[in-house]
Structure formats: structure tokens, C-alpha cells
């Protein structure tokens, strides 16, 4: 894995949660400050960031996805 600096705007929010540095994709300067602040990060900081990322990117695996549409379908099933 690898740290992540992304746009703080869409959906990407949501999936990274805490777990990454973001910038306003509008501004240059947003951006310049989320890349050196990356740099300016010891090891141990790094490190943390990559694994807590890695543990969440788990929650949006696709057989994740697929399990809980099949649940959602299951539940429309039952309904009619």
C-alpha cells in the first residue's frame, strides 16, 4: 500500500474516511499543502495511515458489494 493524498470532493470522502490526506481539488495552494504535509510525515505516521486504509478498503471489496445486493434483493423478495 501506499499513503494516499486525494481530492477531498465526490464520493472519495466517504471511502477513505479518516485515512488520507485531502485537498480541495479548486486549489492549487489546498493541494501544495496536503502533498508537503505527506512529506513532512515521519515513518511511523506513514505507516499507520497505510494500514488503517488497507483495513478499511476491505469493507469495499466486490464480493462485499455482491453480498449485500443479494441481501437487498432477498429483502424485495419478501416483500411482495
Not at 490526506?21 to 479548486?26: G, N, R, S
Not at 499507520?48 to 466486490?62: D, G, L, P, V
Request: net charge positive.
Amino acid at each position: 500500500g501506499c499513503l494516499i493524498v486525494s481530492s477531498s470532493s465526490s464520493s472519495l470522502p466517504e471511502i477513505y474516511a479518516a485515512d488520507a490526506i485531502t485537498f480541495d481539488p479548486k486549489s492549487e495552494e489546498s493541494m501544495k499543502q496536503a502533498i508537503s504535509h505527506a512529506l513532512e510525515l515521519n515513518k511511523a505516521q506513514k505507516l499507520n495511515m497505510i494500514k488503517n486504509a488497507k483495513t478499511r478498503s476491505e469493507q469495499f471489496s466486490w464480493k462485499n458489494t455482491a453480498y449485500k445486493t443479494l441481501e437487498v434483493y432477498k429483502q424485495c423478495l419478501l416483500k411482495k
